[in-house]
């Protein structure tokens, strides 16, 4: 059984299943066709995946259905538009270099939902590619930050950012990005950025266990990695954590 993204549930003609077809996931990845969904049973995998095609990786309990890094480098890498990563416990990338991840993407309209991302270096590291959407996932006990993003117009919704040395960080090239309604809860730092003036990122309706009630979040940020310090502000931002438990 299969929960989509809208919670319906489905086994498609073109669905590939972990371990009964293929042992390894990488292995159903690299016999997938162009918009095939790989569905992965519970249990606890040891790998490292590249995904260099257009599918769904589509886990059957969020919480028994674990892709362990072995702190390998990467647990998955994306190369691909257009990837589905659902319903996965992700953890245990490298954790001696900047930029190893639960998930590293280089592409773009790709859908990370209802995960759990702990014990990395950083959780999800959008290095390139836009459009990417990010929600009801469950960050916690990440290295560096939780959610990294170095690249425009992608969605951060109804996440749990929780315990992580950092929420979110937008490198120079994010602009034109949504965090929206997500709860920021005993991070180190909870989110900064660094701007080149064209900052278009828009901040609205989190919840920030630090942050004075009914007053605006400040977040704090750089001018070209320079001196001069920028200020963005959630403006409205939640007086109580939202319940993220789907």
Request: proline letters at 3%; one cysteine or more.
């Given at each position: ?26 292995e ?41 890094g ?17 319903d ?24 990370f ?64 990005n ?69």
């Amino acid at each position: 059984m299969i929960q989509t993204i809208d919670g319906n549930t489905s086994l498609s003609a073109n669905t590939i299943v972990v371990p009964d077809d293929y042992e390894k996931i990488q292995e159903a990845i690299d016999n997938a066709r162009k918009g095939d969904t790989i569905f992965i049973k519970s249990g606890i995998y040891y790998e490292n995946l590249i995904i260099e095609i257009s599918i769904k990786l589509i886990g059957e309990d969020k919480n028994s259905t674990i892709i362990d890094g072995s702190q390998n480098g990467s647990v998955i890498k994306i190369l691909k538009d257009f990837v589905f990563i659902n319903d996965l416990t992700i953890q245990n990338s490298s954790k001696d270099t900047n930029g190893f991840s639960a998930i590293e993407s280089y592409s773009a309209d790709n859908y990370f939902v209802r995960n759990n991302i702990k014990d990395n270096m950083d959780g999800i590291n959008l290095k390139d590619g836009d459009n990417n959407t990010i929600m009801y996932n469950h960050f916690t006990n990440n290295q560096n930050e939780a959610i990294y993003i170095n690249s425009p117009y992608n969605t951060i919704y109804k996440n749990n950012i929780i315990g992580n040395n950092a929420g979110v960080y937008l490198n120079i090239n994010a602009t034109n990005n949504l965090i929206k309604q997500n709860n920021f809860i005993e991070n180190r730092r909870q989110a900064y950025f660094d701007s080149n003036l064209l900052d278009l990122n828009l901040w609205s309706g989190n919840y920030w266990d630090n942050c004075i009630p009914l007053f605006p979040k400040p977040i704090i940020g750089r001018i070209n990695f320079g001196s001069i310090i920028w200020i963005k502000f959630d403006w409205n931002p939640a007086t109580e954590p939202y319940d993220i438990s789907c």
